[in-house]
């Protein structure tokens, strides 16, 4: 008979603990970090004997709680970590892909329209080569391309900066994930397993992990409790109590650098520093191009004004002037007298006919169309990869979900489930009483 109140006694308190945790998955449905918890139940055997001349027997003495279980799957753990970066790489690109066009553009008032006018005003000039209007919107359209290099080069240094300063400020994030998995490394290893203590940490580690590795790719390795190393190319960055902290090293004219004690790292390829990373070194690309088209610019132009004659019958004076960047060039301040539109052999437009020569394949122009149609490839190119990328991991969450969600619709019927097996149990006690009682009468 006290086997029987043992068996009630025992299916009370698993049916108690396995509503809080129905409950405890309820109360946590909307959390993103928590993964859903199931009570381990198994049954609990005693062992005895009646008399020394006959073997041992067997008989069951109700259930016993063996401990919690996170419904979790550590490859799809892995995936979503994976199609997680991945993701966010590919939106990162795209977002700074998209200021880079924008600082080409310039407000619509890009490079590509402004050379195409200063051919426009040498066309007209060519028919009327002494006309003093003609000859300054000429010169002014020439200073208006000068500024548009000059505005076009400050955009794409202002992103640059701008990039610098977000991937410092991912650093930071990326950090704090790293000294914060440390601190849980500490707590996770003195924790006995299956513990509610464990489960909550070994969340904790998770939500952690992902934060990590959606800002850097990092290689994982398990230990044991759950606890979590971090390396990256035979670095350590965390070393089960230990963060090595990540620093930001800026680079003027090209993409960052990330170190580790003094260590420069191989460059980020995953997460918001890789997409940083590869958005800035394409960004950094059309600088230098820019200052390239800047320089060949000058050049076209001075030496379009060096093969004519003024007006004065001298070869004409540079026009532009620059340091070798499209930031530092500059008009010289020619007058319309300091025009060559003439031709060495003394023909009055003969050199500013010449001009259109300049527009060839490989002329300023041309090259700075070539420029913007790869840059919009680039960018068209980023944002099929981030759809795919966006598609892929929302297929992995959907999968890891299926594990390790909660589903209130389960939860629901579990209660119902749980409630019934509590009455049970308490009607299991209720009738070893009354049968006690019974036995009890009979005296």
Known sequence: MSDLLNIGRSAL???????????????????????????NVGDTTIYGTTNPLYGNYTGSGGVAINGLTRNSDQFLEAATRQTGAGRVRSEIMVQWLEQGELALANNESDIGSQLT?????????????????????????????????????????????LMDGAAEQETVGLNNALAELAEINQKLRPTQAGTSQQIALLDQRDAALTVITEKLDVEISFGENGMADITRGGTNLVNFNIASPVNFVANAGGAFDIEVGGTILPPPTDGTLGGLHRAQSDV?????????????????????????????????????????????????????DDLALASAAGVANGNIL????????????????????????????????????????????????RVSSVDLDREAADLVRLQQSYEASARIIQVARETIQSVLAIF
């Not at 049916?15 to 918890?37: C, F, K, M, Q, W």
């Not at 028919?127 to 500024?147: C, K, M, N």
């Open 13 to 39: 308190q698993v049916n108690s603990r396995a509503l809080e945790t129905v409950g405890s998955n309820i109360a946590n449905a909307e959390n993103p970090d928590y993964v859903r918890r199931s009570l």
């Open 117 to 161: 006018k200063v051919f426009g005003s040498a066309e007209e000039l060519s028919a009327v080569p002494f006309e003093s209007a003609l000859r300054g919107q000429f010169l002014g359209d020439i200073q208006d391309t000068v500024s548009r290099f000059n505005q076009t080069a400050a955009n794409l240094s202002a992103n640059l900066k």
């Open 284 to 336: 950094a690309a059309m600088a230098t191009n820019i200052d390239a088209l800047a320089v060949q610019f000058a050049t076209e132009i001075n030496g379009w004004q060096a093969n004519g004659r003024t007006d004065a019958g001298v070869p004409g004076a540079a026009a532009v002037t620059h340091g070798g960047t499209a930031a530092s060039l500059s008009v010289t301040g020619l007058t319309g």
């Open 354 to 401: 010449a001009f259109v020569n300049l527009r060839s394949a490989t002329g300023t122009e041309r090259q700075y169309e070539n420029m913007v149609v790869n840059q919009a490839q680039n960018l068209m190119s980023a944002r099929s990869e981030s759809d795919a990328a966006t598609a892929f991991d929302r297929a992995t969450r959907e999968a890891r979900n």
